[in-house]
Protein backbone atom coordinates (compact mmCIF):
# COMPACT_ATOMS: atom_id res chain seq x y z
CA UNK A 1 0.00 0.00 0.00
CA UNK A 2 0.88 3.38 -0.62
CA UNK A 3 2.37 6.11 2.34
CA UNK A 4 1.16 8.74 0.55
CA UNK A 5 -2.73 7.46 1.49
CA UNK A 6 -4.38 9.86 4.03
CA UNK A 7 -6.74 8.68 7.18
CA UNK A 8 -8.44 10.73 9.02
CA UNK A 9 -7.24 10.88 12.65
CA UNK A 10 -8.86 11.24 16.38
CA UNK A 11 -8.00 11.23 19.95
CA UNK A 12 -8.58 8.33 22.32
CA UNK A 13 -11.98 9.29 22.77
CA UNK A 14 -12.98 9.12 19.38
CA UNK A 15 -13.33 12.63 18.10
CA UNK A 16 -11.94 13.87 14.79
CA UNK A 17 -8.77 16.26 14.81
CA UNK A 18 -7.03 16.15 11.27
CA UNK A 19 -5.86 13.89 8.34
CA UNK A 20 -2.56 12.55 8.29
CA UNK A 21 -0.42 10.10 6.18
CA UNK A 22 -0.47 6.33 6.34
CA UNK A 23 3.19 6.78 7.40
CA UNK A 24 2.82 9.04 10.00
CA UNK A 25 -0.31 7.61 11.19
CA UNK A 26 2.25 4.36 12.22
CA UNK A 27 4.86 6.00 13.05
CA UNK A 28 3.07 8.41 15.59
CA UNK A 29 0.47 5.34 16.80
CA UNK A 30 -2.31 7.85 15.98
CA UNK A 31 -5.96 6.17 16.26
CA UNK A 32 -7.91 5.83 12.49
CA UNK A 33 -11.25 4.17 11.98
CA UNK A 34 -11.61 0.40 9.62
CA UNK A 35 -13.51 -1.94 8.19
CA UNK A 36 -13.19 -5.22 9.10
CA UNK A 37 -15.33 -7.81 8.09
CA UNK A 38 -16.02 -12.11 8.82
CA UNK A 39 -17.05 -14.43 6.53
CA UNK A 40 -18.99 -17.29 7.91
CA UNK A 41 -20.11 -20.03 5.44
CA UNK A 42 -23.39 -21.84 7.54
CA UNK A 43 -23.63 -24.14 4.32
CA UNK A 44 -22.56 -27.49 5.90
CA UNK A 45 -23.96 -27.19 9.63
CA UNK A 46 -20.72 -26.48 11.26
CA UNK A 47 -19.93 -22.42 10.71
CA UNK A 48 -16.88 -21.96 9.30
CA UNK A 49 -15.06 -18.48 9.10
CA UNK A 50 -12.72 -17.92 6.12
CA UNK A 51 -9.17 -16.55 7.10
CA UNK A 52 -6.92 -14.72 4.73
CA UNK A 53 -3.05 -15.07 4.71
CA UNK A 54 -1.79 -12.02 4.54
CA UNK A 55 1.18 -11.58 2.22
CA UNK A 56 5.04 -11.83 3.62
CA UNK A 57 5.62 -8.44 2.26
CA UNK A 58 2.64 -6.72 4.27
CA UNK A 59 4.29 -4.16 6.89
CA UNK A 60 2.60 -5.52 10.01
CA UNK A 61 1.92 -9.31 10.81
CA UNK A 62 3.64 -10.71 7.31
CA UNK A 63 2.78 -14.23 6.54
CA UNK A 64 0.25 -14.60 9.50
CA UNK A 65 -3.45 -15.46 9.10
CA UNK A 66 -5.97 -12.73 9.70
CA UNK A 67 -9.46 -11.45 9.52
CA UNK A 68 -11.61 -12.92 5.98
CA UNK A 69 -11.38 -9.21 4.97
CA UNK A 70 -10.00 -6.16 6.69
CA UNK A 71 -8.78 -1.90 5.81
CA UNK A 72 -8.23 1.55 6.94
CA UNK A 73 -11.06 4.07 6.04
CA UNK A 74 -9.59 6.39 4.07
CA UNK A 75 -9.81 10.11 4.87
CA UNK A 76 -13.25 11.56 4.28
CA UNK A 77 -14.93 7.86 4.00
CA UNK A 78 -17.38 6.59 5.70
CA UNK A 79 -18.25 3.49 7.49
CA UNK A 80 -20.65 2.12 4.59
CA UNK A 81 -18.24 2.88 2.16
CA UNK A 82 -15.24 0.56 3.86
CA UNK A 83 -17.59 -2.64 1.93
CA UNK A 84 -15.26 -1.38 -1.23
CA UNK A 85 -12.80 -4.22 0.48
CA UNK A 86 -14.60 -6.77 0.22
CA UNK A 87 -14.45 -7.05 -3.62
CA UNK A 88 -10.94 -5.23 -3.90
CA UNK A 89 -9.14 -8.13 -1.44
CA UNK A 90 -12.12 -11.12 -2.09
CA UNK A 91 -13.71 -10.31 -5.65
CA UNK A 92 -17.40 -9.87 -3.52
CA UNK A 93 -19.97 -7.57 -4.98
CA UNK A 94 -22.18 -6.65 -1.93
CA UNK A 95 -24.45 -4.64 -0.66
CA UNK A 96 -24.01 -2.57 2.94
CA UNK A 97 -27.07 -3.75 3.67
CA UNK A 98 -26.19 -7.42 3.32
CA UNK A 99 -23.39 -6.94 6.02
CA UNK A 100 -24.55 -7.55 10.23
CA UNK A 101 -22.29 -5.11 12.14
CA UNK A 102 -21.60 -6.60 15.35
CA UNK A 103 -20.26 -3.24 16.48
CA UNK A 104 -16.95 -0.93 17.14
CA UNK A 105 -13.74 -2.09 19.40
CA UNK A 106 -10.73 -0.32 19.72
CA UNK A 107 -7.34 -1.86 19.85
CA UNK A 108 -4.02 -0.81 20.22
CA UNK A 109 -0.82 -2.61 18.89
CA UNK A 110 3.00 -1.42 19.64
CA UNK A 111 4.74 -3.78 16.41
CA UNK A 112 8.05 -1.73 17.64
CA UNK A 113 9.24 1.77 18.27
CA UNK A 114 7.71 3.13 15.15
CA UNK A 115 5.23 1.52 14.27
CA UNK A 116 2.51 1.75 16.65
CA UNK A 117 -1.15 1.05 15.38
CA UNK A 118 -4.38 2.56 17.09
CA UNK A 119 -7.40 1.86 15.41
CA UNK A 120 -11.15 1.93 16.06
CA UNK A 121 -12.14 -1.43 14.71
CA UNK A 122 -15.89 -1.45 12.68
CA UNK A 123 -16.76 -5.28 13.00
CA UNK A 124 -19.06 -7.07 10.81
CA UNK A 125 -20.00 -10.35 9.18
CA UNK A 126 -21.42 -11.28 6.16
CA UNK A 127 -23.07 -14.70 4.75
CA UNK A 128 -21.71 -16.47 2.26
CA UNK A 129 -21.53 -20.28 0.87
CA UNK A 130 -18.31 -19.71 -1.93
CA UNK A 131 -15.70 -22.15 -2.04
CA UNK A 132 -12.23 -20.79 -1.23
CA UNK A 133 -10.75 -21.56 -4.49
CA UNK A 134 -13.60 -19.50 -6.00
CA UNK A 135 -12.57 -16.10 -4.43
CA UNK A 136 -10.94 -13.68 -6.63
CA UNK A 137 -8.29 -12.45 -4.26
CA UNK A 138 -6.11 -9.62 -4.37
CA UNK A 139 -2.47 -11.38 -4.71
CA UNK A 140 -0.30 -8.57 -4.13
CA UNK A 141 -1.91 -8.63 -0.44
CA UNK A 142 -2.51 -12.34 -0.19
CA UNK A 143 -1.09 -15.40 -0.77
CA UNK A 144 -3.88 -17.79 0.96
CA UNK A 145 -7.52 -18.60 1.96
CA UNK A 146 -8.47 -20.99 4.58
CA UNK A 147 -11.92 -21.79 6.71
CA UNK A 148 -12.01 -23.05 9.99
CA UNK A 149 -14.76 -24.17 12.46
CA UNK A 150 -16.31 -20.98 14.04
CA UNK A 151 -15.86 -23.40 17.49
CA UNK A 152 -12.25 -24.63 16.93
CA UNK A 153 -11.35 -21.10 16.56
CA UNK A 154 -12.84 -19.51 19.14
CA UNK A 155 -11.11 -21.91 21.28
CA UNK A 156 -7.85 -21.34 19.97
CA UNK A 157 -7.79 -17.68 20.43
CA UNK A 158 -9.26 -17.79 24.03
CA UNK A 159 -6.92 -19.99 25.39
CA UNK A 160 -8.54 -23.37 25.39
CA UNK A 161 -6.63 -25.08 23.36
CA UNK A 162 -2.95 -24.86 21.47
CA UNK A 163 -3.89 -25.85 17.90
CA UNK A 164 -6.53 -26.10 15.33
CA UNK A 165 -6.79 -27.70 11.67
CA UNK A 166 -7.33 -24.74 8.51
CA UNK A 167 -8.24 -25.74 4.96
CA UNK A 168 -7.90 -23.51 2.19
CA UNK A 169 -5.62 -22.84 -0.73
CA UNK A 170 -2.66 -21.22 -1.30
CA UNK A 171 -1.28 -19.65 -4.41
CA UNK A 172 1.79 -21.43 -5.95
CA UNK A 173 5.67 -19.92 -6.52
CA UNK A 174 4.53 -18.34 -9.54
CA UNK A 175 1.37 -16.62 -8.02
CA UNK A 176 -1.08 -17.79 -11.03
CA UNK A 177 -2.44 -21.15 -9.64
CA UNK A 178 -3.83 -22.74 -6.56
CA UNK A 179 -2.59 -25.57 -4.41
CA UNK A 180 -4.97 -26.84 -1.86
CA UNK A 181 -3.25 -27.60 1.75
CA UNK A 182 -4.61 -28.35 5.27
CA UNK A 183 -2.70 -26.98 8.30
CA UNK A 184 -2.79 -27.25 12.05
CA UNK A 185 -2.14 -23.40 13.69
CA UNK A 186 -1.31 -22.10 16.57
CA UNK A 187 -2.43 -18.95 18.17
CA UNK A 188 1.07 -17.75 16.71
CA UNK A 189 0.03 -17.64 13.38
CA UNK A 190 -2.83 -15.86 13.53
CA UNK A 191 -2.84 -11.80 13.88
CA UNK A 192 -4.03 -10.76 17.29
CA UNK A 193 -6.88 -9.15 18.55
CA UNK A 194 -7.89 -8.33 21.85
CA UNK A 195 -10.21 -10.82 24.45
CA UNK A 196 -13.13 -7.82 24.08
CA UNK A 197 -12.79 -7.75 20.14
CA UNK A 198 -13.91 -11.96 20.08
CA UNK A 199 -16.49 -11.56 22.58
CA UNK A 200 -17.76 -8.97 20.04
CA UNK A 201 -17.20 -11.10 17.26
CA UNK A 202 -18.61 -14.91 18.45
CA UNK A 203 -21.45 -12.93 20.52
CA UNK A 204 -22.89 -12.03 17.42
CA UNK A 205 -21.76 -15.35 15.22
CA UNK A 206 -23.73 -16.98 18.56
CA UNK A 207 -26.80 -14.96 18.18
CA UNK A 208 -27.35 -15.42 14.47
Known amino acids: MSSTELFDIYNASNIHIGVDSREN??????????????IVDRS???DRLLLQLRHPDKDTYPGLL???CAGHLLAGETVEEGVRELEEELGIVAAFDELTYCGMVP??????????????NHVF???SSRPVDEYSFQKEEITGLFTVGCDEFRELVLGQTEECWV???????????LIRERRRIGLHQVTPNSEEYYKLLFDNLKAR
Open 25 to 38: VHAKGLWHHTFHCW
Open 44 to 46: SGE
Open 66 to 68: DIS
Open 107 to 120: QESIISSDLIDREF
Open 125 to 127: LYE
Open 167 to 177: DGVVTDLQGEG
